[in-house]
């Protein structure tokens, strides 16, 4: 299924999941679709791995928690995000280290201070392996961090923005 590309959201110098200084990092990128989903790309290395090449559960978690969490900006700006009040996570199939993966996320459900959303991630053969549904504080950067994260650590990624995704 491919999804049409509208624009990439920001990302951070140390952020797990988005880091681009993190060495341990995902080096994630997100990208919003013409449908009002998110998708982030990402490769996940040796050094999230749980059983022999297979990624931790726990950063399956992480990236569905960020991709449901990021979701919000579409709807608001790119200083507000998702504060994690509840997560559950469905395992589905093990996660393979070493190729590129993709998670989808999206809001389902919006008030005034709260949201909630569910997110896929997809293996490179389009099969769903991890599902995930969370509700979500509203918060803006600056309720959260200070001024010099804002200027310093946040910023659009100089990668180019891919026209189209293909979960498959």
């Known amino acids: 299924m491919n999804h049409k590309i509208t624009s990439s959201q920001h990302i951070s110098k140390n952020c797990l999941v988005c880091g681009v200084d993190n060495d341990f990092g995902l080096k994630t990128r997100f990208y919003e679709t013409a449908d009002k989903e998110l998708i982030a790309v990402f490769k996940p290395l040796p050094e999230h791995q749980s059983y022999p090449h297979v990624m931790h559960g726990g950063i399956s978690a992480a990236i569905l928690d960020e991709v449901i969490g990021r979701a919000i900006m579409m709807t608001t700006d790119s200083n507000t995000f998702g504060v994690t009040i509840e997560l559950k996570v469905r395992y589905k199939s093990p996660v393979p280290l070493g190729v ?53 650590e946040w910023f659009v990624s100089g990668d180019s923005v891919p026209e189209e995704i293909c979960l498959k």
């Open 100 to 152: 590129e993966l993709k998670a989808v996320g999206r809001i389902t459900k919006q008030r005034s201070r709260t949201f909630e959303g569910t997110g896929e991630l997809y293996l490179p053969n389009g099969d769903v392996a991890v599902e995930a549904e969370g509700k979500y504080m509203k918060r803006r950067l600056d309720q959260i961090t200070d001024a010099e994260f804002v200027a310093n």
